[in-house]
């Protein structure tokens, strides 16, 4: 079983920062992919960044140049991380960590979410 653990939200005024983790756990093989997304009430889940195994990243254009995304498979763990700085009052939502893996190596790959945590910004 695989899981997906976010840490690291909370409450801050616009221009603060707030950095969030992800521990990817249970029975992985490869992970291709690895990010974030969000969402607010009502509104659709949007990508915010992703990693790739390669190290090659994607960002939405309302993050870059705030945000940065990193990942560390160090120590048996598999880690990924947002530092958001910057932060505006539009960047509050509910931030989801995701991932793209198999359980095996052949398996195919599948995406995986993490239960989310709550970003607020607000002066």
């Known amino acids: 079983q695989v899981q997906l653990v976010e840490s690291g939200g909370g409450s801050v005024q616009p221009g603060g920062s707030l950095r969030l983790s992800c521990e990817v756990s249970g029975k992985i093989g490869t992970i291709y992919t690895i990010g974030w997304y969000r969402q607010t009430p009502g509104k659709q889940r949007d990508l915010v960044a992703l990693?790739?195994?390669?190290?090659?990243?994607?960002?939405a254009d309302s993050v870059k140049g705030r945000f940065t995304i990193s990942r560390d498979n160090d120590n048996a763990k598999n880690m990924v991380y947002l530092q958001m700085n910057s932060l505006k009052p539009e960047d509050t939502a509910v931030y989801y960590c995701?991932?793209?893996?198999?359980?095996?190596?052949?398996?195919?790959?599948?995406?995986?979410w993490g239960q989310g945590t709550q970003v607020t910004v607000s002066s």
């Open positions: 995701t991932a793209n893996l198999n359980t095996a190596w052949g398996a195919r790959y599948e995406d995986y």
């Open positions: 990693i790739t195994m390669y190290d090659h990243t994607n960002y």
